[in-house]
């Protein structure tokens, strides 16, 4: 993929009373008719702009009617795909058989970022789907409830907060990583890897490099955490989540 593609998140609807297009409103909060890209076989994309403490992006959510039949993906759209979000019924138990087509083909595509989304989940398997199972027939996604009854911890992103928070806490191929010049070298403008001041002295470049190691390395780490953690509950992986915020405020703060 091209420095100039933009990371395309497939967006599918299992659930018939549900259209894509209507998830993916939830998510960008404006009118489909903003903000639409072309792509390619004459697929529509809606950018979504992600600006974080630590970096800024945009990507393109492409609702894929034809969520039975993900091997009639165009090659140029599942070239440029690195995240899928499958709804689904979880009154509907027979979505438990599809669910290991959907593994396949995310372990194929090799899809890190990969969430199922329902409106709640059921409490018992005689009511419909509960979380346990959808795990257990396919643990390769995660599954956030859209509309959760239930009473969730203090601060702790709920519903559609919840997926906007994976995808902004997620690092997508085209970031662009937010740095302080005044970190380094004295001043307060915004300092790009593209953008060093042609003054800066052998020292300051030497702790500039530094300081990437030590980005590069921690977002290894974070590259490395859905597959290390497919096994963990919810809760393990906010905590493991947590611990990450709180490296990379370490860091920053050693460059104060």
Known sequence: MSKMDKPIVLVLSADPAVEPEALI?????????QCREQLADGQTGYVYSISTKYYQTEIVLCPWKSSSELSALPEAILKQTEG???YFDATDRDFLKRLPGYASFVTDADIEFGILLCSELQE??????TYREAKQFCNVLDVIELEPSGETEDE????????IQAMHNFIWSNV????????????????GTSNVNEQTTAEDE??????LKGFEKLLIQVMQFRPNTNSWTRNERLAYAQEFAEMFDELLE???
């Open 206 to 211: 030497r702790r500039i490099e530094e300081e």
């Open 156 to 163: 702790e992103a709920a519903g559609v907060d919840e997926l």
């Open 25 to 33: 409103g939830k998510v960008r909060k404006i009118p489909t008719i």
């Open 176 to 191: 662009n990583m937010n740095r302080k010049a005044g970190d380094v070298a004295g001043g307060g403008a915004e300092l």
């Open 124 to 129: 018992e398997s005689d009511k419909g789907i």
């Open 254 to 256: 050693d460059e104060d």
């Open 84 to 86: 899928i979000l499958i």
